[in-house]
Structures are given as C-alpha cells and as structure tokens.
C-alpha cells in the first residue's frame, strides 16, 4: 500500500505515489511508473473532493490508464466532522475494498474499479483511486427522463436481489454498525442542521414543508432505524441524476450504467434506492405519472432475480417510510451545504421543490410517525 494510504486532499498526490497506488492494484506491469501527474478539480460534491489525475504517457505505455478519479474528505472542517461520525468515508472505503472486487461487479451493478481505498477514523480522512468512467454523468439540476430512470430502477433492483438477506451484510464491520448507534447519530445531525436547512428551503418550499419537518424531528432515530429492518439488502443510498454515468451512444440499459458515489451505502430496505431516485431527479408531474409504473418493474426485476415474498402491499408501505426518511436525510445535508456557489444554488432551486412536491404527495405522515417506535427526547 502506499505511503502514507491516506492523503489529506489533491494537493497530496505525488507521481511516486501514484505508481505506488496502482501496482499494489496490478495497474501498471512490472517495471512501469508514473514519472508525471497533473489534475483538475470536477464535480461539486457534498462531502468530498474529487479530482480527474492525468497521467504521463510512459505510465499509460506501461499498461496504466490516461486518466484516473481521485476522491478526497471534504476540506471543510465541519462537513467532514459530520460525514466522519456518519461513517460516510469509512462506507466508501469499505465498499470499494470489501465488495466491488477489482473488476467493479461484486456489487450486482457495474461500479468503477478500485485501484485504491484507505480510511483513517481519527481524522476522518479518506482517499479512493478509481476507474475514470467513459459516460455522460446525469445531471442533479436538469434530471432524468423516464426511460433513464427505468433502467436505473432496473440496475438498483439486480443489486437488491443480489444482496437480498445476504449473510455477508454482517461480514463488514463498517456495513453492521450498531443499528441503534447510527440511528442517534443521525438524530444529533438532524437536531444540529434543521434550522439552517428550513432557513434554505422555506423559501422554495413553503411553511407547510417546514412545517412536517419539525414535526419529523423527534422520530428522525425511529425512522432510521426503520429503513435498516428486513428485508434487509444492499442498498447504495445515494440515489440520484449526478450519480450516475449513461452511455454516451447506443442503447440504453442497466449493464451499460456506472452507478457511483458509496458514501451512504447501508444495509436496509432496497425500497430506499427505489424512493429517492425519482423523487430528486425527475419533476414532480413526470414522476407521478411514472411512479405505478416504476413499482412494477421494481417488483417484477427482484422476482427474475428470485425473490417471490416482497408484496406490493410492502412495497408500498416501505415506500412511504423511505421517502420520509430521505426527507430528513436532505435536512441533514442542507445543514453543511454551501450556498456560496452558483452550482450550489442552482443545485437547491432544483431539488427543494421537488422535495416539496414528494411530500405533498405523502399526504398526512401521521401513519408513517404512529408506526415508528418511541421517539427521542428531541434536542
């Protein structure tokens, strides 16, 4: 492994460095080196950093690829503070490490290939080489169209029932944290960001929005811990536009789909991935209108991949509880988010609204909180 495994952000990598990365990961044949390296920021993520590596010509003669990704902590003290105690780096890591396999298909999906995955708890600091993607990236602002959110929702339901009541979901020790743990924490970081979260988003979303979210706030551990009971699967949490790369020609399909971006990924009810793709990457009136029709393809993937037990009945219950629970998820994220950015901007415009519009559709969640266990205490 190179040293150190860890680096502090881009500024950090070194050719020596990289060379080390990638023969570890039997990327460069025997003898080859990197003698040269520059990057360039890409993306806008929440918790991360991420950098496009390009390599010297001499490297990628020895077998290396032109480009890699690199993925970095925030740099921000406060947003990697909260993304360390949520495990959102140790959960990328862990993925990367333990499940994809160095062809990126242990997952069930196609993910990118890891050259390289390392994590330190003290300082929350995380670093990941990966496969540089040949795809068109969806967009977070514009979002998708119902025949790419199909093929997603088909993607996600092969990894579902994959990892369908797996007994190697307790194999991981990042993947089987304390249920009841991760549940509280949660709760601190909903307690800690709802009033700047609401300040953000009652503007575009309205009193009544607001409204709901404080009402959510003492069943924010309840709810958590509701999304994490059977049946369990493998779940990527993530799920949106930006995370994930399309073909660029040809047709589409789930085994021409990248999916990225693990740092939620969790053991828990797949309805999740299903819920919150289309209500943040789809407007609101295509996705009433796709919304019968996507629980259809959901329920009719998991029973070609063998799983008969999962009723639509479930289903929709699940559904419900998992779109609340991305609800607060979305409170705990605009708590950190930098507004200061015209891309951060945009980013709120799009998606508050259609956060909105999702719990308008909801209806009174007084069904979803009176089946949840006792909440907390509150803040």
């Known amino acids: 492994m190179p040293d150190p495994a860890v680096l502090d952000g881009p500024q950090e990598l070194t050719a020596e460095w990289v060379t080390q990365a990638l023969r570890e990961a039997d990327a460069l044949s025997d003898g080859g080196a990197v003698s040269a390296i520059s990057w360039e920021p890409i993306g806008d993520g929440y918790y991360g ?101 199909e093929q997603v929702v088909r993607c996600y339901a092969a990894c579902h029932a994959r990892w369908w009541e797996a007994p190697d979901l307790d194999e991981y020790g990042w993947l089987a944290i304390d249920p009841a743990r991760a549940a509280q924490d949660r709760q601190t970081a909903y307690d800690r960001s709802l009033e700047r979260a609401l300040e953000l988003s009652e503007p575009l979303a309205g009193p ?99 799983i008969e037990s999962y009723s639509t009945e479930t289903y929709d219950r699940d559904f419900r509880v998992c779109t609340l629970f991305h609800l607060s998820s979305f409170m705990i994220a605009f708590g950190t988010v930098d507004t200061s950015s015209e891309s951060g901007r945009a980013l709120l415009s799009s998606i508050v609204p259609r956060l909105a519009a999702a719990l308008e559709d909801l209806g009174d969640v007084a069904d979803i909180l009176d089946g949840l266990d006792s909440p907390s205490d509150g803040p």
């Open 208 to 306: 009544q929005f607001s409204a709901t979210m404080r009402r959510t706030q003492p069943h924010v551990a309840s709810l958590t811990m509701a999304v994490r009971e059977s049946p369990r699967t493998f779940c990527h949490g993530d799920a949106h536009a930006a995370n994930v790369f399309f073909p660029r020609a040809g047709a589409l399909s789930p085994e021409r789909l990248v999916i990225y971006d693990w740092q939620l990924a969790v053991a828990g009810l797949g309805t999740s991935d299903i819920a919150r793709f289309p209500m943040v990457s789809m407007a609101p009136d295509q996705r009433r209108a796709a919304a019968p029709g996507l629980a259809e393809v959901y329920l009719s993937e998991l029973k070609a991949g063998g």
């Open 49 to 149: 950093v991420v950098v496009r590596i390009h390599l010297d010509r001499g490297a990628v003669a020895a077998g290396a690829p032109s480009t890699v990704i690199g993925k970095f902590s925030s740099s921000t003290a406060l947003t990697r503070e909260r993304a360390g105690v949520l495990r959102f780096y140790a959960n990328e890591v862990g993925f990367y490490r333990d499940i994809t396999g160095t062809d990126g298909r242990g997952a069930g999906m196609p993910v990118p290939a890891c050259f390289h995955a390392a994590y330190d708890r003290e300082s929350a600091g995380s670093t990941l080489l990966l496969e540089d993607v040949d795809g068109e990236v969806g967009d977070h602002v514009e979002g998708c169209t119902p025949e790419q959110v």
